[in-house]
């Protein structure tokens, strides 16, 4: 079991930037593979993004492809989620997860994680 604090959330206009951070700590983080997940009440949990323990595989929602970078930092422990072009939609809380080796199950899927955040809301504004 790891825990994992997120951060950087906030208050953005349409079109800006933010850059989420989420910290591990409690078991080797490198044997973990991570993804972010995003909610907004009345909803199900969203997949956002995933990466493989290495960094060396990604992959991304339709729906943020293009404008979202996941990376980790296995030296800081941490992995990040760069956003770009936020658009009002983007408005959620977001959660970092994480998933020991060897992985197993649906990378989109958030009973694939069993290690969550506390969460960092992402308000978008237009």
């Known amino acids: 079991q790891v825990q994992l604090v997120e951060s950087g959330g906030g208050l953005v206009q349409a079109g800006g930037s933010l850059r989420l951070s989420c910290a591990v700590s409690?078991?080797?983080?490198?044997?973990?593979?991570m993804a972010w997940f995003r909610q907004t009440p009345g909803k199900e949990r969203e997949f956002v993004v995933h990466?493989?323990?290495?960094?060396?595989?990604?992959r991304y929602a339709d729906s943020v492809k293009g404008r979202v970078t996941i990376s980790r930092d296995n030296a800081k422990n941490t992995v990040y989620l760069q956003m770009n072009s936020l658009k009002p939609e983007d408005t959620a809380i977001y959660y970092c997860?994480?998933?020991?080796?060897?992985?197993?199950?649906?990378?989109?899927?958030?009973?694939?994680?069993?290690?969550w955040g506390q969460g960092t809301q992402v308000t978008v504004s237009s």
């Open positions: 997860a994480a998933a020991p080796s060897p992985f197993s199950g649906v990378v989109g899927a958030p009973s694939t994680y069993p290690d």
């Open positions: 409690g078991r080797t983080f490198s044997t973990y593979a």
């Open positions: 990466i493989s323990r290495s960094g060396g595989s990604t």
